[in-house]
């Protein structure tokens, strides 16, 4: 029997996973950073907006499994008029193993006839892990983020790693209370005493989601993200008992996980809005 390739499979249980977590997590995360955040499920699209300058909190995503081009198209168009009614800009983050050949095909037309702009890809990625050793790197030490000034500099290294203004950055973080608290996992990779690296975990409906790696560019390619990110599940793994762990990966990311033991799945296609 000739095996179904990958690129053909319609709504895999991997796909449905990664569109699972990121509506989870996001849904505290939002809320977190504010309590009055839209943060709704309608039929096919979970909206995830705090409508604040920290553009990853602002966020939707299509649901449905198994989309055609018909339905994606109608998705798109209401998706992008959602975000039209928001005062800051986000993301539209489209899982495409959710989608049907047609609409896959389709996808890059749809979008650009619903107003909306590619802004980059992503991948899922998920695993089953044994347990991870307490990391070990000769450069760096490893402190959880407690204090608002470990919050701050967690902040900072995102928005030096994604290219954004620091005012962005830390307006998505500074006076959580949750990035803080012991059910989230975050942890900086310290060089001496400076934050070179940062990376998270935290339950999410019985996995650990990593979220937010980051590695300052003045420190990148000496495995300090890869390090932390292990701090993180080691920790996330050790405190609550969980193996399964999930992600969403940047390109520039995406090398350092199969080598912690994450697998890729779906591909993730992330939209703004058009000029």
């Known amino acids: 029997m000739t095996a179904t390739p990958r690129d053909h499979r319609v709504a895999g249980p991997e796909a449905m996973e990664s569109a699972e977590q990121l509506a989870v997590a996001w849904r505290a995360m939002v809320l977190d950073r ?39 198209a109608k998705r798109l168009r209401q998706a992008a008029d959602l975000m039209r009614q ?117 339950e999410a409906r019985g996995r650990l989601f990593v979220t937010f790696v980051a590695t300052d560019p003045r420190w990148q390619r000496r495995g300090y993200g890869e390090a932390v990110t292990r701090k993180a599940l080691h920790e996330g793994a050790r405190a609550t008992g969980l193996t399964r762990a999930t992600l969403h990966a940047t390109v520039a990311g995406a090398p350092v996980y199969p080598r912690i033991g994450f697998t890729p799945n779906t591909p993730i296609h992330f939209y703004t809005l058009g000029d």
């Not at 909190?57 to 994606?72: K, P, Y």
């Not at 990625?125 to 070990?136: F, K, N």
Request: with cysteine; glycine share 8%; hydrophobic share 45%.
């Open 34 to 72: 504010d309590a009055d955040a839209d943060v709704r499920d309608l039929p096919g699209i979970a909206v995830r907006w705090a409508d604040c300058r920290f553009a990853f909190w602002n966020c939707v995503t299509l649901t449905d499994a198994g989309a055609g081009a018909d339905l994606l």
């Open 86 to 202: 928001k005062k800051h800009p986000g993301f539209l983050w489209l899982f495409e193993d959710l989608l049907d050949d047609d609409a896959r095909t389709a996808r890059a037309t749809l979008a650009e006839q619903a107003g909306l702009r590619y802004a980059f890809p992503g991948r899922g990625m998920a695993a089953d892990l044994p347990p991870v050793p307490d990391p070990v790197h000769p450069d760096l030490t490893f402190a959880r983020v407690r204090t608002d000034e470990q919050l701050l500099a967690y902040a900072d290294l995102q928005s030096r790693a994604y290219g954004l203004d620091v005012a962005e950055g830390r307006d998505g973080l500074a006076g959580s209370a949750r990035w803080k608290s012991d059910d989230m996992y975050a942890y900086l990779g310290m060089r001496g005493d400076v934050p070179v690296a940062c990376a998270a975990t935290v």
